[in-house]
């Protein structure tokens, strides 16, 4: 856990203030926790760049099966993984 060693006021409407302590109260968090995600989320020093990359991603023209298909493939890999493994350490023993 990061060590918190600056200190700062923010005024708040009425509107903001429960809103913000009905959030907290709901997530088990403190009202600072979710005052520094907010920050962190709002003032990302690399969300431009994920941002790019994201659409970037988006516009790539993928070959996609349907997902019946795609979770075949996943499952055929992982225990052709599997096997590969086992194979490994047989031959290493």
Known sequence: MPKYIKRTQVLLSEEQYERLTREARSRGESMGS??????????????????????EIAAMNLPVSDWDEMEEEIIRGHVSGLQDDEETNEAGE
């Open 34 to 55: 979710l005052i520094r995600e907010a920050v962190d989320r709002a003032y990302d020093d690399d969300r431009e760049r994920k941002l790019k990359l994201v659409e």
